[in-house]
């Protein structure tokens, strides 16, 4: 039986197979490897990526696709199929010692940036992540400052990651066809952070109220937390725009506004 794709779970499956083997070749998969799947479908990386690793846990939030992907990835390997939401799942459960983990998944569209802000709870225990994405939204992850793309999603995502787009994935290589562009990513966790904060919840919500109104000079979507002075000192016009500012910038604010 041929199971649909669920709109409200932004279901596209992926059915290139050269692009799938494009995949893997870039995650390169070890037998030793601790590999999660986020939102795995019918298996199209799920399989070859059991096949090589033996072992693989994946994540799954539709529960009738579960049957065909049980159906599909038979004798390949150990597949632990963890029947939840990813945005409430709790990927220190799947640690036993001092092992990473290597995320992968084809994130849907509509909540590939939750996915991400609830990953970055867990750098300490990943080693990488490799993501099918809009081609839009991995735009905004590695966009530099003074770039329209460039906003909350770059700055957070490039402080606790190195950011490297891939390579692109046409609509055809999917089943339904999706209306946007697709791309690969990988996130790898920074050995040290780039930048040193007080406090990262403080500097999250700096970075959160700074782009809550880009068009707004940072005198104005800041004046509820810190004064003209405090942005000077922090070498930061009070006539520019959150998109102006660079990681270091935002992170020496909130280490004035820290101290203060």
Excluded at 105 to 134: A, E, K, R, W
Aim: charged fraction near 25%; proline fraction near 7%.
């Amino acid at each position: 039986m041929k199971h649909i794709a669920r709109k409200r779970f932004g279901q596209n499956f992926l059915i290139d197979t050269a692009i799938i083997d494009r995949i893997i070749q870039s995650i390169n998969p070890q037998p030793d490897d601790k590999l999660v799947e986020i939102g795995p479908g019918l298996g199209a990386l799920t399989c070859p990526l059991l096949s090589i690793a033996k072992k693989l846990d994946v994540i799954e939030l539709d529960r009738d696709i579960i049957p065909l992907l049980k159906k599909n990835c038979a004798d390949r390997g150990q597949l632990t199929i963890h029947n939840q939401d990813v945005l409430r799942f709790d990927f220190k459960s799947l640690i036993h010692n001092t092992e990473k983990l290597k995320i992968i998944g084809n994130l849907p569209y509509n909540i590939s940036t939750p996915i991400i802000f609830h990953l970055v709870n867990y750098t300490s225990i990943i080693s990488d992540m490799y993501f099918m994405l809009q081609k839009e939204v991995i735009k905004r992850l590695a966009a530099t400052p003074g770039n329209s793309e460039y906003g909350r999603l770059s700055v957070m995502t490039q402080f606790h990651f190195n950011v490297t787009p891939l390579f692109l994935v046409p609509p055809e290589s999917f089943d339904p066809r999706p209306k946007v562009e697709s791309a690969i990513v990988r996130l790898r966790p920074h050995d040290t952070l780039p930048v040193t904060v007080p406090d990262k919840q403080a500097f999250d919500d700096l970075v959160k109220q700074a782009f809550s109104q880009k068009r707004k000079t940072l005198k104005n979507t800041l004046k509820t937390h810190c004064s003209v002075d405090q942005l000077l000192a922090a070498n930061i016009q009070p006539g520019q725009r959150a998109e102006e500012l660079s990681l270091k910038q935002f992170a020496d604010l909130c280490t004035i506004l820290h101290q203060s």
